[in-house]
């Protein structure tokens, strides 16, 4: 059964610039820092990096949603902070907000605003 979405793992070919760009951009330090893996903590949800580029294709891993309270705000910050549009922030319906953007490493990366959406703890 699933419970809800735990952990992304990004590949990256540059773990130090992509540790210090996802620092900067998700406004936390990584609660692991290892040579072989960074892991970010965001609401109870896991980012991680992973060096290992082995039989990897930039940009060809599934795209994972992360919720934000202002889609627009988050589109345009992370713009500014680098990374490149993908897909037009748009309304999906219900007012429901979507965007993607690949950031510096090749990953896209994707942000919804969904005011419909209430974290549950499942037991």
Not at 4 to 33: C, H, M, Q, S
Not at 70 to 77: G, H, L, P, T, V
Not at 80 to 105: W, Y
Request: net charge negative; proline share 4%.
């Amino acid at each position: 059964m699933f419970q809800g979405l735990r952990t992304v793992i990004y590949n990256v070919d540059d773990l130090e610039r992509a540790k210090e760009w996802y620092a900067n951009a998700l406004g936390v330090e990584p609660y692991f820092d290892q040579p072989f893996y960074v892991g970010f903590n965001i609401g109870g949800f896991e980012l991680g990096l992973d060096p290992d580029m082995t039989g990897v294709t930039k940009g060809s891993n599934a795209i994972a949603y992360w919720g934000v309270k202002d889609a627009a705000a988050s589109y345009e910050r992370l713009l500014d902070l680098g990374a490149k549009k993908h897909r037009e922030l748009q309304d999906v319906g219900s007012n429901i907000k979507v965007a993607t953007m690949t950031d510096p490493f090749g990953n896209i990366l994707g942000i919804i605003e969904n005011p419909h959406f209430k974290f549950e703890d499942v037991k």
